[in-house]
Nanobody
Framework: QVQLVESGGRLVQAGDSLRLSCAAS????????MGWFRQAPGKEREFVAA????????YYADSVKGRFTISRDNAKNTLYLQMNSLKPEDTAVYSC????????????????????WGQGTQVTVSS
């Protein structure tokens, strides 16, 4: 059984930085790509960033491009999200997700196509 556990979320002020982590475990864990999604109260879940695990290709939502950086540590099976210049509108529960197989034309932004999900970590940005 695969488990994804996020950590690092907390209350910060606008302009601050924060790094989220997502530790993957489980004998059968393998992922071609992993991503971060977020959901604010009363809003739909939205894509934040994704990374192709073996090639380090990265993908970002326009709203975070230039401020957030997704990365991974293969040896530790850990995914990261470095968030800089945080804004109040970044407040949300951030969840990591994994997809087992890569396919040409796969839409990294579509959360329905991911196979594994973590429980999420709360990020609150005060103004």
């Amino acid at each position: 059984q695969v488990q994804l556990v996020e950590s690092g979320g907390r209350l910060v002020q606008a302009g601050d930085s924060l790094r989220l982590s997502c530790a993957a475990s489980g004998r059968t864990f393998s992922a071609a790509a992993m991503g971060w999604f977020r959901q604010a109260p009363g809003k739909e879940r939205e894509f934040v960033a994704a990374i192709r695990w073996s090639y380090s290709n990265t993908y970002y939502a326009d709203s975070v491009k230039g401020r957030f950086t997704i990365s991974r540590d293969n040896a530790k099976n850990t995914l990261y999200l470095q968030m800089n210049s945080l804004k109040p509108e970044d407040t949300a529960v951030y969840s990591c997700a994994g997809r087992r197989y890569w396919s040409t034309g796969w839409d990294t932004k579509n959360g329905l196509t991911y196979d594994y999900w973590g429980q999420g970590t709360q990020v609150t940005v005060s103004s």
